[in-house]
């Protein structure tokens, strides 16, 4: 790992959809003591804020118009929750319509710019745990250490069903195997700045792997010099 001091430390997670980015980086951020900052919530809220305002999401004029108004709000006092506007969207971001919507909303030059500077000015405050599709590559292109998270599409589609069901929602596993493999292709395919993994990520295939392992693995890399 770059040599940094604890609190300067930023931990870049990036991967596919269900890869378990938000899980583990959650959890690396816990026992670090560092920020957690979600990028994908904050991709979500803009997409939860358009269609809320019945806007087209083809329109990239006003949806663009939106990011550049919206005040998206990750609330570090109370982890993983999100605010929108003054709303509190924690939830009714992970619904599979916004699951849906959002890669196109992800795409939008404008939108992005808009998030990567809320996300840069996250990583100020301190040691961060980011995860997200961009954070390596271009987010945090100095990150302390960069993983890339992966696992197969059909173990990321069950643990995001397993999420679901939990969340006490209607979901049938074969269609978020397609929601995920279709924003998968639409995130990898994007012209700013695609799913991809750093030229100095870590990659790590998660198939088969517990949650514990992971954490186990990515605090393991914290702790190692000279990379
Ligand atoms: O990680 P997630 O499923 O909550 O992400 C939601 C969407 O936001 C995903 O389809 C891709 C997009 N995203 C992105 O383009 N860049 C990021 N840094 C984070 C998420």
Not at 172 to 187: F, G, M, N, S, T
Request: hydrophobic residues 40%; aromatic residues 4%.
């Amino acid at each position: 790992m770059k040599q940094k001091q604890q609190q300067a430390l930023q931990i870049a997670i990036d991967g596919p959809a269900g890869a378990g980015k938000s899980t583990v980086a959650k959890l690396v951020a816990e026992q670090l003591h560092l920020f957690y900052v979600d990028t994908g919530a904050m991709y979500r809220a803009i997409a939860y804020k358009a269609l809320k305002c019945k806007i087209d999401l083809a329109d990239e004029l006003n949806v663009s118009q939106i990011a550049k108004n919206v005040e998206v709000v990750l609330d570090h006092s109370e982890a993983g929750t999100v605010w929108c506007d003054g709303e509190n969207v924690t939830q009714v971001i992970r619904n599979p319509e916004i699951s849906r919507a959002v890669s196109t909303v992800a795409a939008y030059a404008e939108v992005r710019e808009r998030l990567v500077g809320l996300q840069r000015r996250e990583a100020e405050r301190g040691g961060v745990v980011m995860d997200g599709r961009d954070i390596g590559t271009h987010v945090l292109p100095e990150a302390s250490l960069k993983i890339f998270l992966t696992a197969t599409l059909q173990e990321r589609a069950k643990r995001r069903w397993r999420e679901l069901v939990k969340a006490g929602k209607n979901a049938i596993l074969e269609e978020v195997a397609k929601d995920i493999q279709e924003r998968d292709r639409q995130d990898t395919q994007r012209a700013v700045s695609p799913l991809e993994s750093a030229q100095d990520a870590i990659i790590l295939d998660t198939t088969g792997l517990s949650v514990e392992e992971i954490v186990g693995k990515i605090i393991a890399l914290t702790q190692e010099d000279g990379r």
